[in-house]
């Protein structure tokens, strides 16, 4: 009996052109779908009929239609009650301004009194502002960025939590508690190198006698350490979890390459964070500007002309606004200083604007 054939299971591939139009068809479609499964995702030509359906399913999900209108609701509320503050502000203070005999930004005079004989100017009061704020803002960047640096690259991790806790809790403290250290404590302590400075570096306008008693220590130089102090943890906390989002793999290459710790703090972690520091100090800087209750302790009002001395007395717009609670009684008086808290506004914009448009000039 002979054997039948045995039948042959391997198909054998077809060769080009020796099959029907079926053929040549599956062909072409698996070329192509082997074609689009290779090519890399950028590559892909874009749907627009496909990214219609897809922002259409997200419109259309009730969590994401309850997010958006909360999140589109929340950001006009804001901006309306920053509108209606500026508003507020302006309609207290121009009846005040309409009775002023004197420029109110340029003149050095203060006198609300009589409101029938009314003349009172900002100029002081403004510079006394940017220039305390200005210095705690000096001294506190260099403290808070070498704070953050050592812990988030030098210091070990059983140090790590506890000092940013301490350094964290300086926030909690209250303003009058600092104006009161600043006061009793801190400013006595401080004559003797305020004096030292005043008799070997007067001839630099910064450290030259002002209008301020040294000895007394109510100066810009003694609020401006106080408030460097307040602004500290606000810096630090910022620019600290910046750093801490510093890429992995950015600072395992620099250490792969060899660099040493510092170097990989300066050729990563300073770049990628620095928009994030300088934002963080924009927000120190906001929190000076509107320093109250320990400027009101610790400065000491004066008649005289400033100087643009570190040993100047007078106020700030704050604590201006702060010593004549005595005068709200009456709505005139009252829109006086209403127009010098308008000025702070202004000022605080203008702040927020200018480190904005910094961070964004480093991004780019």
Known sequence: MSDAPRSNARSTPARPGAGGPNNAVAEADVSSTQTRDDAAPGSREPDPQRDERIRGNAKGRPGDRIFRSLSTGSAAFVSVVIAAIGIFLVWRAVPALSRNEANFLTSREWRTVDIGDMAFGVLDLLQVTVLVSLFALVLAMPVALGIAIFLTSYAPSWLKRPLAYVIDLLAAVPSVVYGLWGLLVFGPAIVPFAEWLNSNLGWFPLFASGSGSIAGGGTIFTAGIVLG??????????TREVFVQTPTAHIEAALALGATRWEVVKTTVLPFGKSGY?????????RALGETMALYLILRTTSEAFSWSLFDGGSTIASKIALGYAEFNNNIQAGAYIAAGLVLFVLTF???AAARAVVAGKKD
């Not at 102090?229 to 910022?238: H, N, S, Y």
């Not at 300088?278 to 906001?286: E, F, H, N, R, V």
């Open 350 to 352: 203008v702040v927020n």
């Open 229 to 238: 102090v307040m602004i500290l943890p606000v810096i630090t906390a910022v």
């Open 278 to 286: 300088i934002s963080g100090s924009m927000l120190g800087l906001g």
